[in-house]
T-cell receptor, first 115, second 113 residues
Framework: GAVVSQHPSWVICKSGTSVKIECRSL??????MFWYRQFPKQSLMLMAT?????????EQGVEKDKFLINHASLTLSTLTVTSAHPEDSSFYIC???????????FGPGTRLTVT | SQQGEEDPQALSIQEGENATMNCSYK?????LQWYRQNSGRGLVHLIL?????REKHSGRLRVTLDTSKKSSSLLITASRAADTASYFC?????????????FGKGTTLSVSS
């Protein structure tokens, strides 16, 4: 149990376009989902925290108008990278929590390449 | 900002040797977890140690936690080439269930046969 999926697993897009990444909890309800970004050879950095039915909380330095997060249901959160630039190329990983305990379940990640 | 700091940043050993990685953190925690990440892939959860635990074992893995020093170590015994990966410690905030994990910078382990 406790499986989190991400779609797509990789995507290539052109500068200026928008890309949507989905994060789904497949066998549990996730009251909270987290979005992380990982640049090559670096660690994961938290971008935002998303609670179902409410606005996401963004970390300092993360543009909320550029990285749109929607957590419309207890099993789905989406991250939309708007007006993508090459510097947005990164590995985006989501995780989901039931909020009941301190365990989080990570998705397999989405590799975004902006050309 | 990142809470965990691992050392060493990179470690190269021969198969059969033991690998030890250390992690330090800054604030009170509820749990500390270790993850493995193969190049370009997602995270694999290795082990979770709670703040009231001092040592935990799982197969060839041994994790220690010293809350007084705010540090943890991960020992991989009898390493294999397949253990080659990056290893990250991650902490959550005490008394706040459902909070994000804060990752350390990671240790890149290379095991040669």
């Amino acid at each position: 149990g406790a499986v989190v999926s991400q779609h797509p697993s990789w995507v290539i897009c052109k500068s200026g376009t928008s890309v949507k990444i989905e994060c789904r909890s497949l066998d549990f309800q996730a009251t909270t989902m987290f979005w992380y970004r990982q640049f090559p050879k670096q660690s994961l950095m938290l971008m935002a925290t998303s609670n179902e039915g409410s606005k996401a909380t963004y970390e300092q330095g993360v543009e909320k108008d550029k990285f749109l997060i929607n957590h419309a249901s207890l099993t789905l959160s989406t991250l939309t990278v708007t007006s993508a630039h090459p510097e947005d190329s990164s590995f985006y990983i989501c995780s989901a929590s039931t909020g009941v305990n301190h365990e989080q379940y990570f998705g397999p990640g989405t590799r975004l390449t902006v050309t | 900002s990142q809470q965990g700091e691992e050392d060493p940043q990179a470690l190269s050993i021969q198969e059969g040797e033991n690998a030890t990685m250390n992690c330090s953190y800054k604030t009170s925690i509820n749990n500390l977890q270790w993850y493995r990440q193969n190049s370009g892939r997602g995270l694999v959860h290795l082990i979770l140690i709670r703040s009231n635990e001092r040592e935990k074992h799982s197969g060839r893995l041994r994790v220690t936690l010293d809350t007084s020093k705010k540090s943890s170590s991960l020992l991989i015994t009898a390493s294999r080439a397949a253990d080659t990966a990056s290893y990250f410690c991650a902490t959550d905030l005490a008394n706040q269930a459902g909070t994000a994990l804060i990752f350390g910078k990671g240790t890149t382990l290379s095991v040669s046969s």
